[in-house]
């Protein structure tokens, strides 16, 4: 059998070991596509996926897969598909003052994903992992906010997991994907 494969613009070693997890039991080779292009500024991480994958098809004419997070504190509405960049300028510290002002908690991951078939046809994937926020940082500090989030009915902060653990619950794009991917001719 000839295994199908697919493309993950990505030059993280953890994001595509994890993708390779969610593939590999559908028979699919994921593989980087280091594919450097300036992000988008948008409002939604479905547009920044999205973009990303019709310029690297239209280079590469192979399928492609592009997955962007946004985080949002459900309060306040942001930072959303721009958190990557308050996150590096914005403190633990800092986000804990913010976070003590707030009078809900409650905060989500929202994952988008483009897909790209041979085709040329655009396939979106989007999913919400609700989340809370504590003022008590736990776990590996180089992890930054992550020591200050944690699933709801769980005490364990994001920083405390091992990069393997949960992958269920960060992967359901890329398994979502792959389903679709096999059914594919």
Known sequence: MVMKEVYLMTKNIGKLSAAQSAFTPFGIEVKSLDFEIPEIQAN?????????????YDKFKKPVIR????????????PGPFMAYID???SVENLVKIIKTLSSKKAHFELAAAYIDNSGNIHEFVYTVPVL???EP??????RWDTLMHFENDDKAFAE???DEKT?????NYVEIAKLISREI
């Open 133 to 135: 926020l504590s003022t």
């Open 44 to 56: 939604t991480s479905i547009e920044i996926a999205r973009d990303a994958v019709t310029k690297a």
């Open 168 to 172: 269920d619950v960060w992967n359901r």
């Open 88 to 90: 590096k300028n914005l």
């Open 67 to 78: 997955e962007d997070h946004s985080f949002f504190i459900d309060e306040l509405g942001i």
């Open 138 to 143: 736990k776990g590996d500090m180089g992890r």
């Open 161 to 163: 997991y091992d990069s």
